[in-house]
């Protein structure tokens, strides 16, 4: 059965740091390209950052430059997204995605094929 499972969320002070993960099952995250949403109350869910299945490079959201990292570990067939920095506007439920396109220009919610159930990250001011 296809899985995904986050994990790492939690409250957090103003430039404190997490790490969340997103343990895949059923499928080889090498093979999809694999993405980070977030999704605030009242707001549009949108791209975090995304790693390509083509050539493995890496995108991020403007908002996020500079502060997250997305990363695989292939054996472990899981993601990861090393938030640092943080502050309380990245408040949000937190979800991994897998798409079958192997190059993503945009992070449009629609082409990702599986999805987690979230993980809350809440950041205090």
């Known amino acids: 059965e296809v899985q995904l499972v986050e994990s790492g969320g939690g409250l957090v002070q103003a430039g404190g740091s997490l790490r969340l993960s997103c343990a895949a099952s059923?499928?080889?995250?090498?093979?999809?390209?694999m993405g980070w949403f977030r999704q605030a109350p009242g707001k549009e869910r949108e791209g975090v950052s995304w790693i390509m299945s083509s050539d493995g490079s890496t995108h991020y959201a403007d908002s996020v430059k500079g502060r997250f990292t997305i990363s695989r570990d292939n054996a472990k067939n899981t993601v990861y997204l090393q938030m640092n920095s943080l502050k309380p506007e990245d408040t949000a439920v937190y979800y991994c995605?897998?798409?079958?396109?192997?190059?993503?220009?945009?992070?449009?919610?629609?082409?990702?094929?599986?999805w987690g159930q979230g993980t809350q990250v809440t950041v205090s001011s």
């Open positions: 059923g499928f080889i995250v090498d093979d999809y390209s």
């Open positions: 995605a897998a798409s079958g396109y192997r190059g993503i220009l945009y992070p449009a919610p629609e082409v990702f094929d599986y």
